[in-house]
């Protein structure tokens, strides 16, 4: 089993920048590919960011590409993911997820994830 915690969370003005972890105890996260997602009230949850397995690859949706940047230290069993000029449109729960096979890409789709964690609040105001 694995458990994914989420923390950094929190209420920002825009333009501001918050830097959410995602720590994972139970197994280590180093063989796994990790994605963040976000899901803001009456919305499905979509993806934001992923990185590879071995950290050499990543992948951003459009509109957090160039404010974002996600990052990994396996020898902590973290990810990371920097968030800056963040805007009210980013207001979201913040989720992390762990590939669902080993030393995959960066994915984009919710299936292919099998372990999330509780998500952290993020909250942009004007």
């Known amino acids: 089993q694995v458990q994914l915690v989420e923390s950094g969370g929190g209420l920002v003005q825009a333009g501001g920048s918050l830097r959410v972890s995602c720590a994972a105890s139970?197994?280590?996260?180093?063989?796994?590919?990790m994605a963040w997602f976000r899901q803001a009230p009456g919305k499905e949850r979509e993806f934001v960011s992923s990185i590879s397995w071995s950290g050499s690859r990543t992948d951003y949706a459009d509109p957090v590409k160039g404010r974002f940047t996600i990052s990994r230290d396996n020898a902590k069993n973290t990810v990371y993911l920097q968030m800056n000029s963040l805007k009210p449109e980013d207001t979201a729960v913040y989720y992390c997820?762990?590939?669902?096979?080993?030393?995959?890409?960066?994915?984009?789709?919710?299936?292919?994830?099998?372990?999330w964690g509780q998500g952290t609040q993020v909250t942009v105001s004007s």
């Open positions: 139970g197994r280590t996260l180093s063989d796994y590919a």
């Open positions: 997820a762990r590939s669902a096979g080993r030393f995959l890409p960066g994915l984009r789709a919710k299936i292919d994830y099998d372990y």
